[in-house]
């Protein structure tokens, strides 16, 4: 299976403390973009990538959250000083990185996190 | 403001019945529109989307929705659904750019 892929599926963890998730995209695409996805809701864009470059963020993405994408393979997003509120699924999808009426996102499985 | 409202936030329907999920959309919203399907533990997968051209869009597993620029609808059918069915649907449009602007899902609940 050649699909997105995140890890870890499922992370608990206490107030304050750091997490760190891990993407893997499909691997010829471009564009890769991270979501938050609390109960009851759709996804919200936090932010995305296009190869290696950071170039949109939203507002949601407080200053403790950040996301890298060194290589422009896989990405890292961490949160800092987790709170209550953080608890929800992170989800990741990539796309091949054309032109915009072509864009088809692919999502990984997501990682729940909670915090406790 | 951008948004995506979903009209129901669940629909019981039997099997082999026909199904409507709503969708409506804010004019600031590109007409880039989509529908992905959520099954219990996955990710989204994308059912169809509309870009351009006609307004009866067919997608996977015999969904089809019909774009309505009038109505800023996209609403989602099938004429005979399935137990396996059962999911969460969301209707999502483009933010601008490369953003996509998701509704909060319609839970599809399809009975024997």
């Known amino acids: 299976d050649t699909g997105v892929s995140q890890n870890p599926r499922h992370k608990i963890t206490k107030r304050g403390q750091n997490v760190t998730f891990r993407c893997d995209p499909i691997?010829?695409?471009?564009?890769l973009y991270w979501y938050r996805q609390t109960l009851g809701q759709g996804p919200e864009f936090l932010t995305y990538?296009?190869?290696?470059?950071?170039?949109?963020k939203s507002r949601l993405l407080s200053d403790r959250f950040s996301a890298e994408r060194p290589k422009g393979s896989f990405s890292t997003l961490e949160i800092q000083r987790t709170e209550q509120g953080d608890s929800a699924m992170y989800l990741c999808?990539?796309?091949?990185?054309?032109?915009?009426?072509?864009?088809?996102?692919?999502f990984g499985p997501g990682t729940r996190l909670l915090v406790l | 403001a951008q948004s995506v409202t979903q009209l129901d936030s669940q629909v019981p329907v039997f099997e082999e019945a026909p199904v409507e999920l709503r969708c409506n959309y804010s004019s600031s919203v590109s007409v880039y529109l989509f529908w992905y399907v959520q099954y219990p533990n996955q990710g989204l997968q994308l059912l169809l989307k509309y870009l351009s051209g006609s307004t009866l869009v067919k997608g996977i597993n015999g969904f089809e929705a019909e774009f309505n620029k009038s109505q800023t609808s996209f609403h989602l059918r099938k004429p005979s659904v399935h137990i396996s069915d059962t999911a969460e649907y969301f209707c999502?449009?483009?933010?601008?750019?490369?953003?996509?602007?998701f509704g909060a899902g319609t839970r599809l609940f399809v009975k024997a």
């Open positions: 691997s010829e695409h471009n564009r």
């Open positions: 999808a990539s796309s091949l990185g054309g032109a915009l009426d072509q864009e088809t996102q692919y």
């Open positions: 990538f296009q190869n290696e470059a950071q170039l949109e």
């Open positions: 999502a449009g483009g933010g601008g750019g490369f953003k996509t602007i």
